[in-house]
């Protein structure tokens, strides 16, 4: 725990190829997953992205029936996501922060990239910073506020989802979009044809690219 109650997260990390950091990206993964499931991905950015530092944390909540799993809230039977969403952006926002503050960097440093559960609550917390950070990757997830009368910025989002997803069906990636985009936010869409709840080197490449750009 930390000195305000909330729980302390942590995970792998990758420090940029450069030796200075003067960006940075966290990961957020999805349900059930940990930490080294996203870091995965940064081997296939690092080059692009050489004044990068990655973090993977795990998410605060061990993950019933998922050895070595973890979650950002609880899903299924008596699981509010929404509920759940709001506990788990303070924790969110406190390792943001404190990353931050450990390399020296501003918000718009900050890339978010979400897998599924992940993706929930970057879409909630990166548009309700005090600052904008430098963009948002979601990759197989939702938005669940629909409303979005509360953010306070709106930084270019990449959303990413498989037309065969049986977790979180591709009319998630379509709500989603049209919410964002009438909202007034940057958005870039991909739909990866006959991908299920993963990522494929389309997504993976997208991601790259998009990265890149907002933290160039």
């Known amino acids: ?8 997260l942590d995970g792998p990390r990758v420090r940029p190829l450069s030796g200075t950091a003067r960006s940075l990206v966290i990961l957020c993964h ?3 997953s940990n930490g080294e ?4 991905l940064v081997p296939h950015w690092r080059e692009a992205l050489p004044d990068t530092a990655f973090v993977s944390p795990n ?3 061990d993950c019933p029936g ?5 979650q950002w809230w609880a899903i299924g039977a008596g699981g509010d996501r929404r509920a759940g969403l709001l506990s788990a952006a303070p924790i969110l926002n406190a390792f943001i922060d404190a990353e931050l503050a450990r390399l020296n960097l501003t918000d718009d440093r900050l890339a978010l990239v979400g897998f ?8 909630h917390v990166g548009p309700r910073r005090e600052h904008q950070i430098a963009g948002i990757v979601g990759l197989s997830g939702a938005l669940l506020d629909a409303t979005l009368d509360d953010v306070r910025s709106k930084p270019p989002i990449l959303l990413v989802h498989g037309d065969e997803d049986p977790m979180v069906p591709i009319g998630a990636y379509y709500t989603a979009s049209e919410l964002l985009e009438r909202a007034g936010f940057d958005l870039t869409g991909h739909v990866s044809p006959g991908l299920g ?5 389309a997504g993976v490449t997208l991601a790259k690219r998009f990265l890149a750009k907002v933290l160039a």
């Open 30 to 32: 999805g349900y059930g």
């Open 37 to 40: 499931d996203l870091i995965g």
């Open 197 to 201: 709840h993963g990522v494929d080197l």
């Open 1 to 8: 725990m930390s000195e305000t109650g909330l729980p302390t």
């Open 116 to 123: 599924s559960q992940g993706t929930m609550l970057s879409l």
């Open 59 to 61: 998410a605060p909540f």
């Open 66 to 70: 998922a050895p070595g799993g973890y």
